[in-house]
């Protein structure tokens, strides 16, 4: 099973990017990006269910960000819009075999992609 994360790079505050993380293998019962920035702790972006398609958001990226998944690709799809430099981090996706009620910890997740540089200057 491999994670591949994509699509990140370096843009100006207001830019838009899309950031890309296929599956293969199998499918997953939910998706999820955290982001690290340099010098801090790892945190929740957004999750999707792959059934459904229910998302959810952390708080600082609500209105901005929009997780998406393709089912025929196996993949799951970050579209951020109005980046921040705040943003810059490394963006990582992960997939959990099980169904959570709640998919913000980190510890659910089984599977972790390597990781995609955004970097937002201002």
């Known amino acids: 099973v491999q994670l591949q994360a994509s699509g990140g790079g370096l843009v100006q505050a207001g830019d838009s990017l899309r950031l890309s993380c296929a599956a293969s293998?199998?499918?997953?019962?939910?998706y999820a990006w955290f982001r690290q920035a340099p010098g801090k702790e790892r945190e929740f972006v957004a999750a999707i269910r792959w059934r459904g398609g229910s998302t959810y958001y952390a708080e600082f990226v609500k209105g901005r960000f929009t997780i998406s998944r393709d089912n025929a690709k196996n993949t799951v799809y970050l579209q951020m819009n109005s980046l921040k430099p705040e943003d810059t981090a490394v963006y990582i996706c992960?997939?959990?075999?099980?169904?959570?009620?709640?998919?913000?910890?980190?510890?659910?997740?089984?599977?972790w992609g390597q990781g995609t540089l955004v970097t937002v200057s201002s």
């Open positions: 992960a997939a959990a075999t099980y169904y959570h009620d709640s998919l913000h910890q980190e510890f659910k997740y089984d599977y």
């Open positions: 293998g199998r499918t997953f019962s939910s």
